[in-house]
């Protein structure tokens, strides 16, 4: 039976597969009185189906039923021409087999797909980030042993079709996964993998509620647990691979939401009993807390991080690290942040490295001599680990989704390609009913310079060679195209006020369109210039002789022992021993002849001998034939 009393064994998990970042803002948190969402799908140490697809509203007759598909992070994440024409089959892909159906409803609304659904046309948004939990459960049809038919991406956008409100999406996703059983595929029977093993979505509307649910596998792998906390309407939460909801007042229904066995299978498996631990904790009883540093840094330090980017006058201790043990304090389920924020504070955030603290990724030896914040893995022969930033070279998208309750158009989409931060995020808008083809053409597999992806992931190898030396350039260009889309959402804003809806979506996503065409190709043109004037180790700028270079800083050379070489790989001729070549600096030719450091007026004359020697002897060789002179020849240079 593959649910657990933990032992020590499973606590020393690596860091989590999917590895998310998920944050979310209340209503009064924003500057404008949206709620937003954001996510870094950082799952891309595989392939994955790059496409941002749009899945179209739709009319069902009556008695229909709705596939349930299991999806899949590789290219394609299903084959389902039912689902969008966009996940229709290609080069002769096989239409992917559901694992079950669900009656359907009347009338279903459009949104936007990727792994996860993200926001529909009436204002409902979605983040996702993978969680531990002490239960992992399977899909049927695929495994033998699996009784379970939904996962978090066919739960998400279900309910993005049903829903226009965080609370019925909230409460839908709840009861279909109790009834028809929750999966994450996490691991196999024999060796599960309780790390990936349970979810957490952030999810808003237009109402202006923001709500943050957490879902795991039931008994005997069956079935689900799931519990849902409201986010202060002024606060910023965070989410970072943990379970977060903590105490949970049952009967404040404004607040919380839950599950009818949240609290008698944590006290069947005994993971929670009220005389020993005191009062219900969610995260407590079902999160994976981790004694070894590793998940509650890989999760706490991007917790601190945040939080204290939003709110440094909570001053934060950075070392706490995320354990939610019962009656043990860790950092809040949400903060109250100094200012009120736009969708460029959460991109901000998503861009970080721990820039100007203690744990700046952009520093010390593993950054290289250019600052580049990228960790590979190690090899597993050496133990340790690299700490975890929010953004993360292996990114494979991210955004940030706003629900507005007061504009014509109900929710904008800032979506970015690749890892944070070498992307720019291109205002998509709720309705439209077409993507740009370039957003849809990308596989990992294939090098595509039509496709966006590729431009971004592009760019953000390409400066792996020299990172503080091209990364200004991106951020610079970054600011400028992000500067446009928000110049493009207050026009289009303008311009649709006294519209009617269809005619507003068809004004936004004209713009929009030509909008993304244009950073694609301002991305690529970036892309050449940065391969033209980066080059060799030169910096070039125009067809000149003399070029700047790109130099290794002092403090790494002194590291690396620049200063040592050539250490004793090289013999001296006995004629070497007091010859101080033009070429060679002073302390160096001192250092090979033990030459004191501070020469006495005896020294200097017995080197002002030598040289007369010297100058002698090169007059005398040089009236002789080339064959005696190359015993000296060296002595001549000057």
Same mark, same amino acid.
């Given at each position: 039976m593959a649910?657990?009393?933990l032992?020590?064994?499973l606590?020393?998990?690596?860091?989590l597969?999917?590895?998310?970042t998920?944050?979310?803002? =209340?209503k009064d948190?924003?500057?404008? =009185?949206?709620?937003m969402?954001s996510?870094?799908?950082?799952?891309g140490?595989g392939t994955?189906d790059l496409r941002l697809?749009?899945?179209?509203a739709?009319d069902?007759?009556?008695?229909?039923?709705?596939p349930v598909?299991?999806f899949?992070?590789?290219?394609?994440r299903?084959?389902?021409?039912?689902?969008?024409?966009?996940?229709?089959?290609?080069d002769g892909e +096989?239409a992917?087999e559901p694992?079950?159906h669900?009656?359907?409803v009347e009338h279903?609304?459009a949104?936007?797909?990727?792994d996860y659904a993200?926001?529909n046309?009436? !204002?409902?948004?979605?983040g996702?980030?993978?969680?531990?939990?002490?239960t992992v459960g399977?899909?049927?049809k695929?495994?033998?042993? =699996?009784?379970n038919l939904?996962?978090?991406?066919?739960?998400s956008?279900?309910?993005?079709?049903?829903?226009?409100? +965080?609370?019925?999406?909230?409460q839908?996703m709840?009861?279909?996964?109790?009834?028809h059983?929750?999966?994450?595929n996490a691991?196999?029977s024999? +060796?599960?993998? $309780?790390?990936d093993?349970a979810?957490?979505?952030?999810?808003?509307?237009?109402?202006?509620?923001v /709500?943050m649910?957490h879902v795991?596998t039931?008994?005997?792998?069956?079935s689900?647990?799931w519990a849902a906390q409201?986010v *202060?309407?002024?606060s910023?939460?965070?989410?970072?691979?943990?379970?977060i909801i903590r105490q949970?007042?049952l009967?404040d229904?404004d607040?919380?939401m839950?599950?009818?066995?949240?609290k008698?299978f944590a006290k069947?498996m005994g993971?929670w009993?009220?005389?020993r631990?005191?009062?219900?904790d969610?995260a407590?009883?079902?999160?994976?807390?981790?004694?070894?540093?590793?998940?509650?840094?890989?999760?706490?330090?991007r917790?601190?991080?945040?939080?204290?980017?939003?709110?440094p006058?909570l001053?934060?201790n950075p070392?706490l690290?995320?354990l939610p043990?019962?009656?043990?304090?860790?950092?809040?389920?949400?903060i109250?942040?100094v200012e009120?924020?736009?969708?460029?504070?959460?991109?901000?955030?998503?861009?970080?490295?721990y820039?100007g603290?203690p744990?700046?990724?952009t520093?010390?030896?593993?950054?290289?001599?250019f600052?580049?914040p990228t960790?590979?893995?190690?090899?597993?022969?050496v133990s340790?680990?690299?700490e975890?930033?929010?953004?993360?070279?292996?990114?494979?998208?991210s955004?940030?989704?706003?629900s507005r309750?007061?504009?014509p158009?109900?929710?904008?989409l /800032?979506?970015?390609?690749?890892?944070?931060?070498g992307?720019?995020?291109?205002?998509?808008f709720?309705g439209q009913?077409?993507?740009p083809?370039?957003?849809?053409?990308s596989?990992?597999?294939?090098?595509d310079?039509? =496709?966006?992806?590729?431009?971004f992931?592009f760019?953000?190898n390409?400066c792996?060679l020299?990172?503080?030396v091209?990364q200004p350039?991106?951020?610079?260009?970054?600011?400028?195209?992000?500067?446009?889309?928000?110049?493009?959402?207050?026009?289009?804003?303008?311009?649709?006020g006294h519209?009617?809806?269809?005619?507003?979506?068809?004004?936004a996503?004209?713009?929009q369109l030509?909008f993304?065409?244009?950073?694609?190709t301002a991305?690529?043109?970036l892309?050449?210039?940065l391969?033209?004037t980066y080059?060799?180790g030169?910096?070039i700028h125009g067809e000149?002789?003399?070029?700047?270079?790109?130099t290794?800083?002092?403090?790494?050379?002194?590291?690396?022992?620049?200063?040592g070489?050539?250490?004793?790989?090289?013999?001296?001729?006995?004629?070497?021993q007091?010859?101080?070549p033009?070429?060679a600096p002073r302390?160096a030719?001192?250092?090979v002849s033990n030459?004191s450091?501070s020469p006495?007026? $005896?020294?200097?004359?017995?080197?002002?001998a030598?040289?007369s020697?010297?100058a002698?002897?090169l007059?005398?060789?040089?009236?002789r !034939? *080339?064959q005696?002179?190359?015993v000296?020849?060296?002595?001549a240079?000057?």
């Amino acid at each position: 039976m593959a649910f657990i009393r933990l032992g020590l064994f499973l606590l020393a998990m690596v860091p989590l597969g999917d590895a998310c970042t998920l944050i979310a803002a =209340g209503k009064d948190a924003t500057k404008d =009185g949206s709620v937003m969402v954001s996510h870094t799908d950082d799952a891309g140490e595989g392939t994955s189906d790059l496409r941002l697809i749009n899945v179209p509203a739709q009319d069902h007759g009556k008695d229909s039923l709705r596939p349930v598909y299991s999806f899949k992070n590789a290219y394609p994440r299903v084959v389902a021409e039912d689902r969008s024409p966009l996940y229709g089959p290609k080069d002769g892909e +096989a239409a992917s087999e559901p694992l079950g159906h669900i009656p359907q409803v009347e009338h279903t609304y459009a949104y936007f797909d990727q792994d996860y659904a993200i926001m529909n046309e009436v !204002g409902l948004i979605m983040g996702e980030s993978t969680c531990a939990a002490k239960t992992v459960g399977w899909s049927t049809k695929e495994y033998s042993y =699996g009784y379970n038919l939904f996962s978090i991406h066919e739960l998400s956008k279900v309910a993005m079709e049903r829903c226009a409100t +965080a609370r019925c999406a909230i409460q839908l996703m709840g009861d279909l996964a109790v009834e028809h059983g929750f999966y994450a595929n996490a691991g196999t029977s024999t +060796a599960p993998d $309780f790390a990936d093993s349970a979810e957490a979505l952030a999810v808003g509307d237009r109402t202006g509620e923001v /709500w943050m649910f957490h879902v795991m596998t039931g008994a005997r792998n069956r079935s689900a647990v799931w519990a849902a906390q409201r986010v *202060p309407d002024d606060s910023v939460v965070a989410a970072p691979n943990s379970f977060i909801i903590r105490q949970m007042d049952l009967s404040d229904k404004d607040n919380f939401m839950a599950s009818p066995n949240v609290k008698s299978f944590a006290k069947e498996m005994g993971w929670w009993n009220p005389r020993r631990d005191g009062e219900f904790d969610f995260a407590a009883a079902y999160a994976v807390s981790d004694p070894l540093p590793l998940v509650p840094l890989y999760i706490g330090r991007r917790m601190w991080r945040i939080y204290t980017m939003l709110a440094p006058n909570l001053k934060l201790n950075p070392d706490l690290g995320y354990l939610p043990i019962f009656k043990h304090r860790t950092y809040p389920f949400s903060i109250v942040p100094v200012e009120k924020l736009y969708p460029q504070d959460f991109m901000r955030i998503m861009r970080d490295h721990y820039e100007g603290t203690p744990f700046d990724m952009t520093k010390g030896l593993a950054a290289g001599p250019f600052g580049n914040p990228t960790r590979w893995i190690g090899d597993k022969s050496v133990s340790g680990a690299w700490e975890r930033s929010i953004s993360v070279f292996r990114a494979s998208y991210s955004f940030v989704a706003v629900s507005r309750p007061r504009s014509p158009i109900p929710a904008i989409l /800032w979506y970015g390609h690749d890892a944070p931060h070498g992307t720019v995020y291109v205002p998509f808008f709720s309705g439209q009913t077409s993507v740009p083809e370039s957003y849809l053409s990308s596989k990992q597999s294939v090098f595509d310079p039509t =496709g966006a992806w590729w431009a971004f992931n592009f760019i953000n190898n390409w400066c792996q060679l020299a990172f503080n030396v091209m990364q200004p350039e991106v951020t610079k260009e970054q600011r400028r195209l992000e500067d446009l889309g928000k110049q493009l959402v207050a026009d289009i804003d303008r311009k649709v006020g006294h519209l009617p809806r269809e005619q507003t979506v068809k004004v936004a996503e004209k713009q929009q369109l030509h909008f993304a065409r244009q950073v694609v190709t301002a991305w690529w043109a970036l892309a050449h210039k940065l391969i033209a004037t980066y080059n060799n180790g030169a910096i070039i700028h125009g067809e000149v002789e003399l070029s700047n270079k790109t130099t290794y800083p002092a403090w790494w050379l002194k590291k690396v022992g620049y200063e040592g070489w050539p250490g004793n790989t090289f013999i001296y001729p006995k004629i070497y021993q007091q010859y101080n070549p033009t070429f060679a600096p002073r302390s160096a030719i001192l250092s090979v002849s033990n030459a004191s450091s501070s020469p006495n007026i $005896f020294s200097l004359m017995v080197l002002a001998a030598f040289g007369s020697l010297a100058a002698f002897a090169l007059f005398h060789v040089t009236q002789r !034939g *080339p064959q005696a002179r190359t015993v000296y020849e060296y002595e001549a240079l000057s």
